[in-house]
C-alpha cells in the first residue's frame, strides 16, 4: 500500500475574514459534510456587465508533497509547449498561474506561456521547508522573474501560497497533514460554544507571525523584482494586504451560501487593491461540490495493483458534470463580485490518472484534463490526456470573456 502523493488542501476551508471572525461553515469544523452541492448562482440567470481582467488556470511543473518526489516527474518540455497551446488557444485563457518547486521548470513553462500570449502568475513553493529557508528560495526565485520581466513577460510574483499549512515554522506539526489537523483542533476550541479565549488568542499570534513572515518575504522579492508582487492566501490566513499589489485568495466554495461567498469578496474590497481568486474548483464525482476543497479526501492512498484506497471503503460515482457545474457557478459569483482575476485549479494532474471504477483516482483529482495511466497506451500519446466537461465549460465561459472584451483568440 502507497500513501496518496496529491493531499493537496485541507478540508477547513473558512469564509470569515480571518481566524478572528466566526467561520460561515461551522459543519466544517464539526467534520460533517453537507449533502448536496452549491446551487446553480442566480447571476448566470442575467447579463453580468463585468468580466475579470485575468483569467486562466493553475498549471503544476512539479510540486513536492512528500518522500514520493515531484508531482510532475519527467518535466517534459514538449508536453508543457503543447498544454500552455491548449490552454491559450482552446481554453482561450489570457493568464495562468505557473506553480513549481524547481525554478528552472518555472523559467522555461513561463518563456512558453509568454510566447503563446498569457500572463503569467509566477508561483515558486518549495513546500515544507523552513521560515528561513523559503526567504532565501523567493529571493533567489525572484531574481529569475526579473529576469524574465525584463524580457518583457508580464508577470506577477506570488511570495508563496497558503504558508501555515504548507510552510514550516508558522503552526506546529512537522507534515502540512499535522498543521492542518492543528488548526482544525484550534478552530474547534475557538469557535464551538462556549469558544476558548486561549485558543482565539494563539491564533491571533500565528497570524502575526504569518504577516511578519510575508512581510519579510516581500522585503527580500522587491530587492531583486520590480514587477507586481502577491500570495495566494488561504481563506482561514487573516492577512495584512499592505505591503503587496494584489489581493490573492485560494476561492474555494464549499457550504457557504452565494451571499456567504460573495461576502468574501466584498470584505477584501475595503483593501483598495485588485482581488484575484489564485484558485479554485472542485473533483469530479458525486458529492464532490459541496466538498469544495476537500473533495481529495475520499482518496486516501493507492495499492499496488493501481486501485484506490476510497474513503469508508466506497468507490464515488464519476460525474464531469458535477465539475462543470461547480466551475461555472463560482465564476458567475466572481464575476458578479468584480473579482480581477481567477484561476481554476487545475489543468492537469497525471500522478492520479483515471481508469475505470475503482482505478480512476481522476475522480479524486481537481485537473479539468484525465490523464492516462501508464499502462494505456495512450499515455504515450501527445497529448496524454483526455478533455472533460469541466475543460469544456471553461473553454466556453473563457471564449465568451476574450470575446466581450475584444481579446478573442
Known amino acids: 500500500m502507497t500513501s496518496s502523493p496529491i493531499a493537496r488542501r485541507e478540508l477547513l476551508r473558512y469564509s470569515a475574514g480571518g481566524v478572528a471572525a466566526l467561520p460561515f461553515a461551522l459543519n466544517v469544523i464539526s467534520g460533517s459534510t453537507p449533502s448536496e452541492s452549491p446551487a446553480p448562482s442566480q447571476a448566470s440567470q442575467r447579463s453580468t456587465p463585468h468580466r475579470p481582467r485575468h483569467y486562466g488556470v493553475v498549471y503544476d511543473v512539479g510540486l513536492r508533497y512528500g518522500p514520493e518526489g515531484l508531482s510532475v516527474e519527467p518535466f517534459d518540455e514538449d508536453l508543457v509547449r503543447h498544454d500552455i497551446h491548449s490552454i491559450a488557444s482552446e481554453l482561450h485563457a489570457n493568464a ?62 506570488l511570495v508563496g501560497c497558503e504558508l501555515t499549512i504548507f510552510t514550516d515554522g508558522i503552526y506546529p506539526g512537522a507534515s502540512y497533514a499535522e498543521r492542518g489537523a492543528w488548526l482544525g483542533e484550534q478552530a474547534r476550541l475557538a469557535y464551538t460554544p462556549p469558544g476558548s479565549p486561549e485558543a482565539l488568542k494563539t491564533l491571533a499570534e500565528k497570524a502575526e507571525l504569518l504577516n511578519e513572515t510575508l512581510r519579510s518575504y516581500v522585503v527580500a522579492v522587491r530587492r531583486n523584482f520590480q514587477g507586481v508582487v502577491s500570495y495566494a492566501a488561504g481563506l482561514w490566513e487573516d492577512v495584512d494586504w499592505s505591503p503587496f499589489d494584489i489581493v490573492g485568495l485560494d476561492a474555494y466554495r464549499d457550504s457557504q451560501t452565494e451571499k456567504e461567498y460573495r461576502a468574501i469578496f466584498k470584505r477584501h474590497r475595503k483593501h483598495g487593491k485588485p482581488i484575484a481568486a489564485t484558485e479554485f474548483g472542485c473533483c469530479k464525482y458525486v458529492g464532490a461540490g459541496a466538498r469544495g476543497a476537500g473533495g481529495f479526501s475520499v482518496l486516501q492512498g493507492a495499492n499496488p495493483d493501481g486501485t484506490g484506497i476510497w474513503a469508508d471503503g ?14 461555472g457557478t463560482q465564476i458567475d459569483l466572481m464575476t458578479d463580485s468584480k473579482v480581477d482575476a481567477l484561476f481554476v485549479f487545475e489543468f492537469s494532474k497525471p500522478v492520479l490518472p483515471t481508469g475505470e471504477g475503482a482505478k480512476d483516482l481522476d475522480m479524486a483529482s481537481f485537473a479539468i484534463v484525465s490523464s492516462y495511466p501508464a499502462s494505456d497506451p495512450r499515455s504515450q500519446q501527445m497529448p496524454p490526456w483526455k478533455r472533460t466537461e469541466g475543460f469544456r465549460r471553461v473553454s466556453e465561459i473563457f471564449a465568451r470573456f476574450a470575446a466581450e472584451t475584444g481579446s478573442g483568440r
Do not use: C
Open 96 to 157: 495562468i498561474r505557473i506553480e513549481g518547486e524547481v525554478i528552472d521548470r518555472l523559467v522555461t513553462a513561463t518563456r512558453i506561456a509568454h510566447a503563446a500570449g498569457l500572463t503569467v502568475y509566477f508561483n515558486p513553493w518549495k513546500m515544507n521547508a523552513g521560515l528561513d529557508e523559503t526567504r532565501s528560495y523567493v529571493a533567489q526565485a525572484a531574481q529569475a522573474a526579473e529576469r524574465l520581466r525584463r524580457e518583457g513577460v508580464d508577470i506577477v510574483f
Open 314 to 327: 466506497v468507490v464515488p460515482t464519476r460525474d464531469e458534470a458535477e465539475q462543470a457545474e461547480y466551475i
